[in-house]
Each structure stands twice: as structure tokens, then as C-alpha cells.
């Protein structure tokens, strides 16, 4: 089956049922433009939110939403901020250890996009994609371009495609 016979299957899966986690020791749900960005552009496409939490940067609490959610009727689960370099920044280690797999592709595609828009800063960014107990999991920068860039060129256009794959 090729990718085009993939996307037909795909779009069965209907519309996903997704959270959005904000992981932030500074935004309050006001300020939180990217969570809101992501949840705007998800819900525009004709997808499901089930719930959206901001969370302060603590890997162990980061560690058992996830865990939690996983068992929950969630298809998706994306989430902005402490993907960066500094001490604080847990969200990728917080995270890791829970996933089943690792698509190292969605982070190398989101950095090589990202190199044409703010150029060798790109290779900072720590994007990543995996699933967990059949969940897609998606970890992106807090700014609201480098959520617009994934959003509108990598997870919209596969997102059904993505949580088909893993729930097979």
C-alpha cells in the first residue's frame, strides 16, 4: 500500500480527539497564544478537543498527565513549550521514556523548515513525534511561528495518517 492508498484509509479515522498541553512557568491561559493557535488550527480542520491544560515546567507531573491521558478516549495528544535548551526545558526528557516510538523524521522535517525561516537557530529546536499506547504524541517550541510552521506544514496535513499508523 503506498502513501496516497495510506491517506484514503486515513481519512476513515474521521475526525481525532486531541489535548493540548501548554508547558510554561510564565503564561496564564490569556497569554497562551500558542496553545490557543494550536487549538485553533486543530479545531478548523474539523478535529475534537478534549480537553487543554497549561503545566508548569516538572517533568514527574508532565510525566503522569501523559501517562493518564494515555489511557483516555484521546487519539493526539500536542504539546507547546520546554522543548528549549535550558535547565528548566524538561519536556523532552519528561516525555521520552513513556514512548512506544519515535519518528525522528517530524523533527528533522520541522527543523530543516524552520532553517528557511530564522536560519541556523533551527538546530535548537528539539520538536519531536511519537506514540504511546497507540496515542500520537507531538512536543513543539512555545513560539507561536514555530507552532504555525508545524502545525500548518507537518501535523495538519498528516494528522489523521498519524493516528491511523498507530492505532493499527
Not at 496516497?4 to 501548554?22: C, F, M, N, Q
Not at 510564565?26 to 475534537?48: C, M, Q, T, V
Not at 537557530?121 to 508545524?150: E, F, H, Q, Y
Amino acid at each position: 500500500m503506498g502513501a496516497h492508498d495510506h491517506h484514503t484509509e486515513a481519512k476513515k479515522v474521521g475526525p481525532i480527539r486531541y489535548v493540548r498541553l501548554s508547558i510554561t512557568d510564565s503564561r496564564k491561559s490569556e497569554d497562551d497564544h500558542s496553545g490557543r493557535l494550536i487549538e485553533s488550527l486543530l479545531n478548523e480542520a474539523g478535529h475534537y478537543q478534549v480537553a487543554s491544560m497549561i503545566l508548569k515546567n516538572d517533568p514527574k507531573g508532565l510525566r503522569e498527565v501523559i501517562k493518564k491521558l494515555c489511557e483516555e478516549e484521546v487519539d493526539l495528544i500536542v504539546m507547546t513549550g520546554g522543548t528549549g535548551l535550558s535547565k528548566k526545558d524538561q519536556t523532552i526528557e519528561a516525555i521520552s521514556p513513556l514512548l512506544d516510538k519515535v519518528l525522528p523524521g517530524f523533527g528533522e522535517l520541522f527543523r530543516s523548515l524552520s532553517f528557511h525561516e530564522v536560519g541556523s537557530a533551527a538546530l535548537m529546536s528539539r520538536a519531536l513525534c511519537g506514540t504511546a499506547k497507540g496515542k500520537v504524541i507531538i512536543a513543539l517550541p512555545g513560539s507561536v511561528d514555530a507552532v504555525r510552521l508545524a502545525m500548518t506544514k507537518l501535523l495538519i496535513p498528516e494528522v489523521q495518517h498519524l493516528v491511523w499508523e498507530a492505532s493499527r
